[in-house]
T-cell receptor, first 115, second 111 residues
Framework: GAGVSQSPSNKVTEKGKDVELRCDPI?????LYWYRQSLGQGLEFLIY????????KSGLPSDRFSAERTGGSVSTLTIQRTQQEDSAVYLC?????????????FGSGTQLSVL | GNSVTQMEGPVTLSEEAFLTINCTYT??????LFWYVQYPGEGLQLLLK?????DKGSNKGFEATYRKETTSFHLEKGSVQVSDSAVYFC??????????FGGGTRVLVKP
């Protein structure tokens, strides 16, 4: 596609429910990243994929958070038993091969609101 | 661990004023440094980067110089426009592949 696509753009859920957030990276990009941006905060790294494997998942805040990537393309971030503190904008980014000097292309994010 | 510290905003200034946003970092090894910008209603995008000491990144009138001796990468623009109103993020990439971001600085330029 032309850019990184994320869906849904907005998600409102009730505390305790599970949610799935989807990221469709730029075609051909092997590296994929998930970040979280809380209100008034910076960007918090969650997880990084190289192909379908995740060599760095150090930023996942708890075992309620998981992510997978299939076919070296689409990735899904799942949050189980959502809590109010999970409310944030979840951003996905991709880059061509994950080189240290590459720029990341970001999607527009999914605004998650947990009531 | 790696970290980035940037000045807190919001920074409010008039059109044609000089803008500086301070950024300092802590990292192992020799990181690459970046400034990303988030315009209202848009996604994050790369503004400029520098990959080694004394490199200067520049784009859209913005500049930042990689200063290893002071571990800094301050962003400057000589004459801002209303269209420069945005949130600016300083970031580094050291060993490994993740970008570590600062907290962001909101800039508001008034006509």
């Amino acid at each position: 596609g032309a850019g990184v696509s994320q869906s849904p753009s907005n998600k409102v859920t009730e505390k305790g429910k599970d949610v799935e957030l989807r990221c469709d990276p730029i075609s051909g990009h092997t590296a994929l990243y998930w970040y979280r941006q809380s209100l008034g905060q910076g960007l918090e790294f969650l997880i990084y994929f190289q192909g379908n494997s995740a060599p760095d998942k150090s930023g996942l805040p708890s075992d309620r958070f998981s992510a997978e990537r299939t076919g070296g393309s689409v990735s899904t971030l799942t949050i189980q038993r959502t809590q109010q503190e999970d409310s944030a904008v979840y951003l996905c980014a991709s880059s061509l091969i994950g080189g240290s000097n590459e720029k990341l292309f970001f999607g527009s994010g999914t605004q998650l609101s947990v009531l | 661990g790696n970290s980035v510290t940037q000045m807190e905003g919001p920074v409010t200034l008039s059109e044609e004023a000089f803008l500086t946003i301070n950024c300092t970092y802590t990292a192992t090894g020799y990181p690459s440094l970046f400034w990303y910008v988030q315009y209202p209603g848009e996604g994050l995008q790369l503004l400029l980067k520098a990959t080694k000491a004394d490199d200067k990144g520049s784009n859209k009138g913005f500049e930042a110089t990689y200063r290893k001796e002071t571990t800094s990468f301050h962003l400057e623009k000589g004459s801002v426009q209303v269209s420069d109103s945005a949130v600016y993020f300083c970031a580094l990439r050291a060993a490994g592949n993740k970008l570590t971001f600062g907290g962001g600085t909101r800039v508001l330029v008034k006509p």
